[in-house]
């Protein structure tokens, strides 16, 4: 069993930055891989970043080359570095544990991004 707490939201401007934590509590957390995926209103969630348990990561291509996941696997923390944000990434971002059949979801951190 994991446990994911989701924080590090807020408002900001555009070509503003923020960084989201995802603290992970449980068991083999370092095998896991973790992910962001976030929903805005009357969307389907969406992938945006993933990074396994060896560290290779994967973006979807509407944040590449602005959002950064990394791992720290002593901490069991993951955090997505976002830059240059656009009103169109406003949505509540979870993060996501995924290790064979588990699948874990923390409670989501609201980003919005106005002026």
């Known amino acids: 069993q994991v446990q994911l707490v989701d924080s590090g939201g807020g408002l900001v401007q555009p070509g503003g930055s923020l960084r989201l934590s995802c603290a992970a509590s449980?068991?083999?957390?370092?095998?896991?891989?973790m992910g962001w995926y976030r929903q805005a209103p009357g969307k389907q969630r969406e992938l945006v970043a993933t990074i396994s348990s060896g560290g290779s990561v994967n973006y979807v291509d509407s944040v590449s080359g602005r959002f950064t996941i990394s791992r720290d696997n002593v901490k069991k923390t993951v955090y997505l570095q976002m830059n240059s944000l656009k009103p169109e990434d406003t949505a509540l971002y979870y993060c996501?544990?995924?290790?064979?059949?588990?699948?874990?979801w923390g409670q989501g951190t609201q980003v919005t991004v106005s002026s």
């Open positions: 996501n544990a995924q290790w064979g059949i588990n699948n874990y």
């Open positions: 449980g068991s083999f957390v370092s095998f896991y891989t």
